[in-house]
């Protein structure tokens, strides 16, 4: 490990993005929460020459309310306020749901959502979560500001549509809808990341469904995610037959790894295992509050 | 004695508790000496290689570099346990990657990380050996072509990749199982487990002028690590001084290493103290694991359910080197009976070197791969009859008077009764509520396991104002042995506890004691204590004896210190008898007590014993574990939800830390069942090496409810009938979670861990 050669704390999001752009490349580095790279520093798998803290960037702070009543989550905010989040109910209640399995109190303490996206780890809880919401990803950079749907900022293992020196600085939610949201969890022990998970984002008015996100973690280089299942789901009102077919068509489509969690088959096996299990829960909860 | 309660059967605080929870309690890692050097190791990339040359020029050419060892320094006899079979740096071969080649000390750990980097080792890579399979395979490459050359203190008949070969025998397994109504066979197979001890292994050694070294050392025994560095560095021991710090957790992981002649050989090159702590990763890849194994068993009964015979072969891999296999394989034929009367049971048993690290000692001993395997065939024997298989336990259960496996007689046994309290104990909680998609099952597993063996000492000495001081060579490694013992030796008294210092270690000055291992300290070391603190005692009534004039038999102990006259007031205090020894007459008042372990031996009329790396053992111990399990159906996963375990501590001297013993042992073996596996891949490297990839259970990984039940008994052969429980809470859990799966879904697990995606598949295979 090399010495560190500076630090900085930028105050705004244009100075950040100028820092990054005046580094040298791979050796400047955001640092976020610091639960992924500053363990990653520990274990010398990454060597940054600067650090750009986003520590003091008023902008990336906490979750605030849009003016079409939809939420904007700041880069900066840790997982422990999105779990604690009220206004994450309904549609949105899976984006909570997923930050509360995250690891364990002292990493939800410290990491924070545009840290989790922007190192795209495969098998985080995140990523699943804003794809079955249809979340946006707000990013900035030399050229100024844009958005990207979540379903298209994951592109492959540890790899997102940011470009040179952009980085997250907040998520996009549109306004919830009533329904519900739902995060399941397959992992060897408590904290760890998932085997497998399933995210579940439904809109539901007046006994019909008005909108199914479903997503599935750990299984491929990003979330997967298919607009059909989406739509079976819908248009069979979230049936047990939809489901077992949305299951199988994800379970069909997964790109899975044998790593130390799991094999690849087994991950493939229990997709739509879980796919069921959370659509049987939706079904379940739906009509206990129809 | 009215007025004050016993120090034994108290459940006192852990006297190095506040210490420990403040952070001033001193581990290896804290020790630091003036001048010291750090230490790197350059360890093998290859499984299995020949070393044809090093290059040390880069290394040494880097300011900062005071020494550097490789094999080519050693010329001594190989090291090792009971075969002499390795080194402290690898010489003339690497037989696992992650074996130490070659390390160095420097003047900060970043100069030697990058000294150690900069060795250059020219390897001829050889095909490695990586299952128990490959290492039989007729023709299969030898890891020890020397194996016939090395010294062995005891003969095991190794051959090829074979370390070692033993059996016991007791009456003809063949009738027997010709008598049988039922008989199920089946093979079981279990992993390698890492002790993840909080503290990695560490040490400091430190040189004198005249280059006496003192290594400060996280250790399970000063007096082993004396004789292993001594040995390799080819020095006598009175010039190797070891020092225990704080041990933060052992589990058998910390009674050898590389590190200690390591870290003392660079000391005395460099004459200047060095450092050597090893990282996470490397604690995983070079220290030591608990042997994967193989066991087939076949066991069969009448249609009562009289069980007749067992026939059993386990399987041991050893890894790279012998160290603890020979006694490991031992210990597993010896358990592999069961807690059980049968009358002809044949367990033939082999240890095999493989290109892997080597696995060593780990709390259990073989035992918890036996009795995975033994009892689970208990149940499936009893599905087979058509019995309850708790019943069937019950039936075939020990009874005090039985002869344990090898033919000796045990006088004390609870088993019976720790059956039937954790059956009677699950049947009476309020039933857990059904949960949807999870099916509920209960399991159980009747264990025994063994407190005591080897060799072990105490010393007592009265001091000026009639304290005590204590001292025994008995390093705690986190169970608590350190209060244990002060409990017994002020109990003896009739002091408080804090009238009673206790040494740490000190190979200089502290008793002889064979290892903290094997469940022995409670039993070994605590009546080497008692012992001896009687022998004192003695003296001390002596001394009062003339003080008061009175014969010995006159007078008694009094609390807090006093020896008094039977029905009279009068009384002298320790502090006067001290004063009388000292300045008066007689001189300082001291006791010692040692002793090797002296039960009953195996019984040669009984069994036919071949190749055992154990002479004697025993002191037998037994329990029973319960659990509920709920079983995901849609994933496989296991969950407990609750666990019963009764056991017979014999006396508990400190029941909280009894407790302790049994719930941490219960957890460890939690993780045994269903998460922790060490994992190599196809080349030979170990891809599990740190704690993201190894996953040990948490807190929110084990029920709240471990809930132990104590059923003493006290040991006829203890002053104070103590026996060992620190090992055999870790051996029932995984068969009674395998049998709570079963009992859940139909399905039998026979291989650990139980993941999630295993269980699916034995659901899948349900006839
Ligand atoms: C022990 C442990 C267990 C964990 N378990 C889980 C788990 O179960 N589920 C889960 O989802 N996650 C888990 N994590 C990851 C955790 O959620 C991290 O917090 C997260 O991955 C990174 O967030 P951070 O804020 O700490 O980012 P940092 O570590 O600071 O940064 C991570 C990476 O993102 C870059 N970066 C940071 N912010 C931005 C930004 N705004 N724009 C562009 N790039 C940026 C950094 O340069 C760096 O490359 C675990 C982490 C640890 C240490």
Redesign the interface.
């Given at each position: 490990m090399s010495a560190l050669a500076r630090l900085h704390r930028p105050a705004t999001v244009e100075e950040a993005v100028r820092l990054l752009a005046g580094g040298d490349g791979e050796r400047t580095r955001l640092l976020a929460g610091g639960a992924t790279l500053v363990a990653m520093l520990n274990a010398g798998l990454v060597d940054p020459a600067e650090l750009v803290s986003l520590a003091a960037v008023d902008e990336l702070r906490g979750i605030g309310t849009l003016p079409d009543g939809g939420l904007r989550i700041g880069a900066m905010t840790r997982h422990r306020e999105t779990a604690a989040d009220v206004r994450l109910a309904g549609t949105l209640a899976v984006l909570r749901e997923a930050a509360a399995r995250i690891a364990n109190p002292v990493v939800r303490n410290m990491g924070t959502i545009g840290g989790s996206i922007s190192f795209a780890d495969p098998a985080a809880d995140y990523p699943p979560a804003l794809v079955a919401a249809d979340a946006a990803v707000e990013i900035a950079g030399p050229q100024g500001r844009r958005r990207v749907p979540a379903r298209e900022f994951f592109v492959d293992w540890y790899a997102t549509a940011l470009g040179p020196n952009e980085m997250v600085t907040a998520i996009l939610l549109a306004p919830r809808a009533p329904g519900l949201g739902s995060y399941d969890k397959l992992y060897r022990v408590a904290g760890d990341y998932a085997i497998v998970s399933v995210a579940l984002s439904v809109a539901w008015r007046d006994g019909a469904c008005a909108r199914a996100g479903l997503a599935v973690g750990g299984c491929g280089p990003r979330p997967l995610h298919l607009d059909e299942a989406d739509e079976l789901l819908r248009a069979g009102r979230l049936g047990a037959q939809a489901a077992r077919r949305a299951g199988e068509l994800l379970a069909a489509a997964a790109d899975p790894l044998d790593d130390v969690r799991a094999s690849a088959a087994y991950r493939r096996r229990v997709i739509p295992r879980m796919v069921e299990r959370a659509l049987a829960a939706a079904r379940d909860e739906l009509s206990r509050t129809a | 004695m009215s007025g004050t309660t016993r120090a034994i059967g108290a459940s006192t605080p852990r006297l190095d508790a506040a210490d420990k929870a403040t952070g001033r309690a001193e581990y290896a890692d804290d020790v630091a000496r003036p001048g010291m050097l750090y230490a790197a190791i350059h360890t093998s990339p290859h499984a299995h290689a020949r070393i044809r040359g090093y290059r040390l020029e880069a290394a040494r050419a880097i300011p900062g570099v005071k020494a550097i060892v490789t094999g080519a320094d050693l010329a001594g006899p190989h090291c090792g346990g009971i075969i002499k079979d390795e080194s402290m740096v690898a010489r003339g071969k690497v037989r696992y990657v992650g074996e130490p080649v070659a390390a160095v000390a420097a003047t900060d750990p970043?100069t030697a990380g990058r000294a150690a980097a900069a060795i250059e080792v020219d390897y001829e890579p050889l095909e490695p050996v990586l299952s128990i399979d490959a290492a039989l395979a007729p023709g299969a490459p030898l890891l020890h072509e020397d194996y016939p050359s090395y010294v062995k203190t005891v003969q095991g008949g190794g051959h090829g990749n074979v370390v070692f070969e033993s059996t016991v025998e007791e009456g003809d397994v063949e009738r027997g199982f010709a008598e049988c109504d039922t008989i199920v066979e089946a093979t079981w197979e279990t992993q390698a487990q890492h002790h993840v001890y909080l503290e990695t292994n560490g040490c400091v050694a430190d040189v004198d002028a005249s280059g006496r070294i003192t290594l400060y050392a996280t250790c399970q025994s000063v007096h082993h690590i004396q004789q292993r560095v001594a040995e390799e560095l080819g020095e006598p021991m009175s010039r190797i001084r070891v020092r225990a710090t704080r041990v933060g957790g052992g589990f058998g992981g910390k009674h050898a290493s590389n590190i200690h002649s390591i870290a003392a050989w660079l000391a005395r090159a460099a004459r200047r103290p060095v450092k050597l702590v090893l990282s996470r990763m490397q604690d995983f890849e070079i220290q030591r694991s608990r042997h994967p194994a193989r066991v087939w068993m076949r066991t069969g009964a009448r249609r009562d359910g009289t069980i007749l015979a067992r026939d059993v072969r386990v399987t041991i891999d050893g890894g790279a080197y012998a160290d603890e296999s020979p006694p490991v394989l031992a210990f597993a034929l010896l358990m592999s009976r069961g807690p059980y009367r049968i009358p002809n049971v044949r367990a033939r048993g082999a240890a095999v070197y493989t290109n892997k690290l080597r696995a060593g000692s780990f709390r259990g001993f073989g035992n918890p791969q036996a009795s995975f395997a033994g009892e689970s065939q208990i149940d499936e024997l009893a599905r087979a009859l058509g019995l309850d298989p708790v019943e069937l336990r019950l039936k075939n259960a020990m009874r005090p008077g039985d002869t344990a496996f090898g033919g000796q007689q045990v006088p004390s046994c609870v088993l019976r009764e720790c059956i039937e309290r954790v059956r009677a104990a699950q049947r009476a909680a309020p039933p857990l509520a059904p949960r949807p998609?999870r099916r509920r099952g209960v399991g159980y597993a009747a264990l025994s396991h063994i407190s005591g063996l080897m060799g072990t000492a105490a010393s007592v000495q009265l001091r000026t104002d009639g304290s005590i001081a204590l001292a025994t060579g008995c390093v705690d490694i986190g169970q608590g042995s350190d209060t244990v013992l002060v409990q017994i030796c002020a109990d003896a008294l009739s002091v408080p506890i804090d009238r009673v210092s206790y040494a740490p270690q000190d190979s200089d000055s502290s008793p002889y004691n064979w290892k903290t291992a094997g469940s022995r300290s409670t039993y070994m070391t605590g009546r080497a204590v008692a012992l001896a603190t009687h022998e004192l005692r003695a003296k001390m009534l002596a001394h009062a004896g003339d003080m008061m004039e009175c014969a010995v038999e006159d007078l008694e102990l009094r609390p807090g210190g006093l020896v008094g006259l039977k029905g009279l007031p009068k009384a002298v205090s320790f502090k006067e008898v001290a004063l009388r020894s000292l300045f008066h007459s007689g001189g300082p008042i001291a006791a010692t007590h040692g002793f090797v372990f002296d039960g009953p031996g195996f019984d040669p009329k009984r069994a036919a014993i071949h190749q055992l790396a154990f002479a004697n053992l025993g002191v037998y111990t037994y329990g029973a574990h319960c659990v509920e399990v709920d079983v995901d159906e849609?994933?496989g996963?296991v969950e407990v939800r609750r666990a019963w375990c009764a056991h017979d501590p014999g006396r508990a001297i400190n029941p909280a830390a009894c407790e302790g013993q049994i719930q941490g042992g219960f957890v460890q073996g939690i993780g045994y069942a269903l998460?922790e596996a060490m994992?190599w891949n196809a080349e030979g490297w170990l891809?599990?090496t740190t704690l993201?990839?190894y996953?040990?259970?948490?807190v929110?990984?084990c029920p709240v409810e471990i809930l132990p039940i104590l059923l003493e008994d006290p040991d006829p052969t203890h002053p104070v009938g103590a026996k060992g429980v620190g090992e055999i809470s870790l051996v029932g859990a995984a068969p009674a979670i395998a049998n709570a799966v079963a009992d859940a879904t139909g399905a039998r697990v026979r291989r650990l861990p139980m993941?999630?995606?295993r269980v699916?598949a034995a659901i899948d295979a349900r006839a």
């Open positions: - | 970043e998609g849609a994933t996963a998460t994992h891809t599990t993201a990839d996953k040990v259970p948490g929110l990984d993941f999630p995606e699916l």
